[in-house]
Structure formats: structure tokens, C-alpha cells
């Protein structure tokens, strides 16, 4: 079953970001668009490529008025421990939520209830606090930021006008379409 226009559930979650730990919840992200960036673990080796990829776009995720949260099922303990301890995740400024109870990754369906991790699944959030695009990968595949914005720049666009779809590889400024009643069926 797909999760698009699904509603976040009401959540409450422990974050670490800037030497600092504070809860966010389902009203933080109420009003802004947000990108969920699950990973299995904290001290794993895909894991860090990918939260510095993020980081390195960071800037450009906020100028495009989108808050990224990186989440685990790992504590916000264990995000500080991996914060000083990691080269690359020293650097990150983004929040990272702690979902040790699941919350989270239950809600969006990506938990491996085996292990109790998450899997690869990255999510973007409308200011309505619902899922517009998302994707799953498998655990030993890693992800890519700048796909993932321009992901969410085609998701902003579509959503302020409605009447205009964006075609494959569609960067902020190219041409869109604006599909006909004809052609509907093969959106």
C-alpha cells in the first residue's frame, strides 16, 4: 500500500543537533516542508557517507524552506557518542531524531522489526504534515542529496501549481508540462 498523502501520526522524539538535545514532534514540522531521513545505525559505515552528503546540501535544503531530520532507532546518547567520535558526522547542523521506541519508523513503515532498525527510507513532508514522495533502499545502498532536492524543489513546484506536472530529470527552471484532459490517463 503506498504512503503517499499519508498523515504523520502525532509523534514526540529526543533530537541532538548542535551540541544540544531537545524533543521535536508532529507540530515542529507542521508549516514547513521536511525531509525524514532514515538509517539503520549510528557507527556503521553507509550511514555517515550519506548524512555528510546531506550536510554538504544542507544550506540549500534550508534556502529551499525544508528542515532535514536524519532519524535511527538509536538514542540521542548514541547520536551525541557518534557526534564526537566521527570525522563526518561532526560536521552535521541538521537535527537527528532518536526513535528507540519506534514511533517513527513504525508510522512510515520502515522498520525491520527483526533487528529493530530502520530501514533506508527517505520521506518528504508538506507543511500539512503529509508524506508527498518516498523511497526505500536496501541497507547497503546509499542515497543521494542532490537527487533528494531536486526531488523536493519538483514536489514545491507541483504543489504551488497544481496545474503542471514535472517530466523526468526536471530541474527548478526548465520547462514543466500541463498535462491536457486527453492525456490524463497517462500521467
Same mark, same amino acid.
Given at each position: 500500500?503506498?504512503?503517499?498523502?499519508?498523515?504523520?501520526?502525532?509523534?514526540?522524539?529526543?533530537? %541532538?543537533?548542535?551540541?544540544?538535545?531537545?524533543?521535536?514532534?508532529?507540530?515542529?514540522?507542521?508549516?514547513?516542508?521536511?525531509?525524514?531521513?532514515?538509517?539503520?545505525?549510528?557507527?556503521?559505515?553507509?550511514?555517515?557517507?550519506?548524512?555528510?552528503?546531506?550536510?554538504?546540501? %544542507?544550506?540549500?535544503?534550508?534556502?529551499?524552506?525544508?528542515?532535514?531530520?536524519?532519524?535511527?532507532?538509536?538514542?540521542?546518547?548514541?547520536?551525541?557518542?557518534?557526534?564526537?567520535?566521527?570525522?563526518?558526522?561532526?560536521?552535521?547542523? %541538521?537535527?537527528?531524531?532518536?526513535?528507540?521506541?519506534?514511533?517513527?519508523?513504525?508510522?512510515?513503515?520502515?522498520?525491520?522489526?527483526?533487528?529493530?532498525?530502520?530501514?533506508?527510507?527517505?520521506?518528504?513532508?508538506?507543511?500539512?504534515?503529509?508524506?508527498?514522495? %518516498?523511497?526505500?533502499?536496501?541497507?547497503?545502498?546509499?542515497?543521494?542529496?542532490?537527487?533528494?532536492?531536486?526531488?523536493?524543489?519538483?514536489?514545491?513546484?507541483?504543489?504551488?501549481?497544481?496545474?503542471?506536472?514535472?517530466?523526468?530529470?526536471?530541474?527548478?527552471?526548465?520547462?514543466?508540462?500541463?498535462?491536457?484532459?486527453?492525456?490524463?490517463?497517462?500521467?
Amino acid at each position: 500500500m503506498s504512503l503517499i498523502n499519508k498523515e504523520l501520526a502525532d509523534f514526540a522524539v529526543e533530537a %541532538y543537533q548542535n551540541e544540544e538535545v531537545r524533543t521535536v514532534t508532529r507540530e515542529d514540522l507542521k508549516g514547513e516542508w521536511s525531509v525524514l531521513f532514515f538509517y539503520p545505525a549510528d557507527f556503521t559505515f553507509v550511514c555517515p557517507t550519506e548524512l555528510e552528503d546531506l550536510q554538504n546540501t %544542507y544550506e540549500e535544503f534550508k534556502a529551499a524552506g525544508c528542515e532535514i531530520y536524519s532519524v535511527s532507532t538509536d538514542t540521542h546518547f548514541t547520536h551525541k557518542a557518534w557526534h564526537d567520535n566521527s570525522e563526518r558526522i561532526k560536521k552535521l547542523t %541538521y537535527p537527528m531524531l532518536a526513535d528507540p521506541t519506534h514511533a517513527l519508523s513504525t508510522d512510515l513503515e520502515v522498520l525491520i522489526p527483526e533487528s529493530g532498525l530502520a530501514e533506508r527510507g527517505t520521506f518528504i513532508i508538506n507543511p500539512e504534515c503529509k508524506v508527498v514522495a %518516498y523511497e526505500v533502499n536496501s541497507g547497503n545502498v546509499g542515497r543521494n542529496a542532490e537527487e533528494l532536492l531536486r526531488k523536493l524543489q519538483a514536489c514545491q513546484f507541483v504543489a504551488e501549481h497544481g496545474d503542471q506536472v514535472c517530466p523526468a530529470k526536471w530541474q527548478p527552471g526548465a520547462e514543466t508540462l500541463k498535462p491536457s484532459l486527453d492525456l490524463v490517463g497517462e500521467l
